[in-house]
């Protein structure tokens, strides 16, 4: 690797490969800093910090971190009606979060419920002249050979299976 003096810039450059880190724009790595440790390696460890029947309800939505007008502050998002559970555990939660750290990193838990609703989808049988994009059905239609015609609405009958 070379060093360059680029006159057009403050900066010195560096010739050859550069890590990711320093191609980032300096404000990207200010908040890569400050925010992205802890709240990446908080997601990455959720399962160990909450365990497996908190795990299944709530996630870690955002890390606020302190500041003269506040605490360091975890947002996490719980399924309604499972408050209560991660109520009782916030004082476990936070220790298991400072000793993972091996500092103070979080002082408060903010918690916000949100309805969790699975949609149940039916597939319904289509016959065969539905099964192709509307698009599609006209140059199929267009074909004048019916062997090649039926051969490609078969073939978008087994591509809509899959």
Not at 56 to 67: D, R
Request: hydrophobic letters at 35%; proline letters at 1%.
């Amino acid at each position: 690797m070379q060093f360059k003096n680029n006159t057009k810039q403050r900066n010195q450059t560096v010739q050859g490969l550069r890590s990711f880190k320093d191609t980032l724009p300096k404000n990207v790595k200010k908040i890569i800093n400050k925010k992205g440790h802890i709240y990446s390696e908080t997601l990455s460890r959720w399962k160990y910090i909450v365990g497996v029947e908190l795990f299944k309800v709530c996630y870690p939505k955002t890390f606020k971190n302190s500041n003269r007008f506040g605490a360091s502050t975890l947002v996490i998002m719980v399924k309604r009606g499972h408050e209560v559970d991660l109520e009782y555990s916030k004082k476990d939660i936070i220790n298991k979060m400072n000793s993972f750290f091996g500092y103070s990193v979080v002082e408060r838990l903010k918690l916000i419920s949100f309805d969790y609703k699975q949609e149940i989808v039916l597939k319904s049988k289509k016959s065969s002249q539905n099964v192709a994009i509307n698009k599609y059905k006209k140059k199929i239609k267009d074909v004048k050979n019916e062997k090649i015609r039926k051969s490609l609405i078969e073939l978008t009958k087994v591509f809509k299976e899959k």
